[in-house]
């Protein structure tokens, strides 16, 4: 049909996010990734250089943004808005006026919403032609997490977008099991990692996009995470009464009010059914679809369309070269704050049915 622009993921360059509740580490996190002999040939943008010790690092400032690190490490701060900081730093390299980088991390400060930076990776088209978005990480207090949770809606949807969980200061507290599995529930997709003094192999914190870091290609299995959405008891072959059955597998947490769930649908779809079903529930609850990422076996496509989105926001369809393994299924994947896996499916029947 030509309406889906192809894969370029490998050629354009990983782009990571560190988000983390008030007092959990996030610094100390940056700290040590600064230090990694891995991390050489990295962009850092951070907020203010008073907030991360580089003084010791630091090679010298190509201006007053902008400095290299001993590591290798190109390090700036945020003047104006992203969008602009992340275009500079690509004309600045391209020119010559710092060292060639491989990737680029963001810190952002406090409870900062992660989603506006998400959206810029996937839908400016600017940004996007040179980026893309490989893994959002949050650290979390295990100390203050509880009340933060309970408290503030911005630290619920940090961890809500997360690919990566990362729990500090857990030497203070005597159990994190019940932080875990709130955690897990919140977000059943996301690697959940317990750290010391901010102390991991970056290869374990990063690489959580559609491209395998190491083997450079498409991994659907690791990016959707599909056996942490199943219940224990389900399996891959129960009966369906329906060619268009669906199976969801759902988590809810009724404090947040945060549901995550994926959807899996047998026979192939048709595009305009699924553009009619997201629309409606971006202009509808928009506000409430945290997070949405989803491979599609479309009807007249011979290849998986990859869909991704935040709230109202979703990145232009693309089409990957081929399929990735036997598992034709399409599977969507849904966070979201107060949508109920029926709502959703009641929905996706009403627009078939008018299709």
């Known amino acids: 049909m030509g309406l889906f622009e192809s894969d370029k993921s490998a050629q354009r360059l990983p782009v ?8 959990s580490g996030k610094t100390t996190l940056l700290n040590r990734l600064l230090r990694h002999d891995d991390m050489k040939d990295s962009a850092v943008i951070i907020n203010e250089y008073g907030e991360v010790s580089l003084d010791h690092l630091l090679v010298e400032r190509v201006d007053g943004e902008v400095a290299v690190l001993a590591s290798g490490c190109i390090c700036c701060t ?22 060639p980088f491989r990737r680029i991390l963001v810190e952002t400060t406090g409870l900062a919403d992660p989603a506006p930076i998400v959206q810029l990776l996937l839908n400016n088209p ?16 295990a100390v203050n997490a509880p009340h933060q949770l309970d408290r503030q ?11 990566r969980l990362l729990i500090t200061k857990s030497d203070l507290v005597e159990d994190i099991a019940a932080l875990e599995l709130r955690l897990r529930r919140l977000n059943p997709g996301a690697r959940i990692e317990s750290v010391s003094y901010g102390e991991i192999d970056p290869a374990q914190l990063f690489g959580a996009g559609l491209i395998d870091p190491e083997l450079k290609r498409i991994d659907v299995e690791r990016w959707l995470n599909e056996r942490a959405f199943a219940e224990p008891d389900a399996h891959a072959g129960h009966a ?7 199976h969801d597998h759902g988590h809810h947490d009724h404090d947040a009010s945060i549901a995550s769930f994926m959807l899996a649908f047998d026979e192939p779809l048709d595009w305009m059914a699924v ?5 409606h529930l971006r202009n509808a609850r928009g506000q409430d679809l945290l997070r949405v990422k989803g491979i599609l076996n479309l009807r007249d496509e011979p290849t998986p369309i990859v869909i991704h989105g935040v709230h109202h926001v979703f990145h232009p369809p693309v089409a990957l070269s081929g399929w990735p393994d036997s598992d034709r299924r399409s599977r969507i994947v849904f966070i979201t704050r107060g949508i109920l896996r029926a709502d959703v499916l009641e929905l996706w029947q009403a627009v078939r049915a008018a299709a």
């Open 240 to 246: 369906h009464h329906d060619h268009h059955a669906h």
């Open 275 to 279: 553009t009619h079903w997201l629309a």
């Open 126 to 141: 600017l940004v996007s032609h040179f980026l893309r978005l490989d893994t959002v990480v949050t650290t979390v207090d």
């Open 153 to 163: 809606y911005e630290a619920v949807k940090q961890v809500a977008l997360a690919d």
């Open 78 to 99: 945020i003047r104006s808005d992203l969008e602009q900081t992340l275009r500079d730093l690509l004309v600045k390299r391209d020119r010559g006026e710092i060292p």
């Open 16 to 23: 990571s996010l560190i988000t983390g509740f008030l007092g």
